[in-house]
């Protein structure tokens, strides 16, 4: 065997460092930037199987909610919008993709600190309010049990329920089982019962789904009180346009990926983006795709101040001259 020099050793070691740092670059380059937020999903996917059927329930959704913020989430029925809420509370586990909470890695952990996730992290009202609220425990009791897991003392515990039905203007049933609760009351409690453990995340599921208008607006500002006086970032699930134009930020889902977003300042008109997803995926809204008829493969053209999309055919009205 030939012996290397102390020159031949030195080469080689740089030829293999500047390889790894190429590859380092090549790696770094397709791997997606992590942003920042308080609730981050990153190319999520969740798909059901039977031996029947596969349903991708959500397609490569990204998703980032600052803390602090209160969300709207919107989308017609089966776009993803409830599985994503499955997920995010710790029900329910992605395929494939990343999703974290408060620094929570929802595919990495295990049973002990999932449980200890769902205890403290997030909180979570259902649509219907039957699954809220234990039917043989008052309202303060209901607003106190999750503490109870938590180990605060009882004492405690009665006085945080007390404050937090106060704080949601529902004291006066304190002392009343849910059968004596109207639907927007029992909500309400329930608000309060997600509340409970001071959670960062408060994940509400068509929350204002089953009550009259009234009814909802006034569950609606209890969920902005849980946001705003409580410091809980909100997302929640919602047909209710009266929900969705209240908020500052409102998503849309279609077909299991986030494809727009209204941005309203306070007190003014919404503007609607469409969202470009981190490998330069976005969904054209269907009133474009139809008024141009975009089907299959179209054609990008690099116009000054924006990108020009084209059906591809040439002899379409307004479609630039393909080059012979």
Request: proline share 5%; net charge negative; hydrophobic share 35%.
């Amino acid at each position: 065997m030939t012996e290397m020099s102390e020159g031949d050793e030195v080469g080689e070691v740089g030829e293999v460092s500047e390889l790894a740092g190429l590859e380092a670059r090549a790696r770094a380059s397709v791997r997606p930037v992590a942003d920042e937020g308080l609730v981050v999903c990153d190319n999520l996917v969740r798909v059901y199987r039977t031996d029947e059927v596969e349903v991708q329930a959500l397609q490569g959704l990204d998703l980032v909610i600052g803390d602090g913020e209160c969300v709207a989430l919107v989308g017609a029925s089966g776009s993803g919008k409830s599985t994503l809420l499955s997920i995010l509370s710790g029900l329910d586990l992605p395929t494939a993709g990343r999703a974290k909470v408060a620094g929570h890695d929802l595919l990495a952990m295990g049973r002990r600190e999932r449980l200890g996730y769902r205890r403290r992290t997030v909180g979570f009202v259902w649509q219907q309010t039957g699954r809220n609220l234990l039917p043989y425990l008052t309202a303060l009791e209901n607003v106190a049990l999750p503490m109870k897991y938590a180990r605060v003392p009882h004492r405690s515990r009665r006085e945080r329920a007390a404050e937090l039905l106060d704080v949601l203007g529902v004291a006066y049933c304190r002392d009343r089982r849910p059968a004596e609760l109207s639907g927007g009351e029992q909500q309400r409690v329930a608000v309060a019962v997600a509340t409970a453990n001071s959670p960062r995340v408060l994940l509400a599921d068509e929350p204002t789904g089953e009550l009259d208008t009234a009814s909802g607006a006034d569950v609606f500002a209890a969920l902005r009180r849980a946001n705003e006086e409580l410091g809980a970032t909100v997302l929640v699930v919602t047909h209710d346009p009266l929900v969705s134009d209240q908020v500052r930020r409102t998503v849309r889902i279609r077909d299991g990926r986030t494809s727009t977003e209204t941005l309203r300042e306070q007190g003014g008109e919404g503007a609607e983006f469409t969202v470009l997803d981190r490998v330069g995926r976005l969904q054209l809204p269907t009133e474009y795709v139809e008024r141009y008829g975009l089907r299959g493969r179209v054609r990008l053209t690099a116009e000054p101040g924006h990108v020009g999309v084209w059906p591809d055919a040439p002899e379409s009205p307004g479609s630039p001259e393909r080059e012979r």
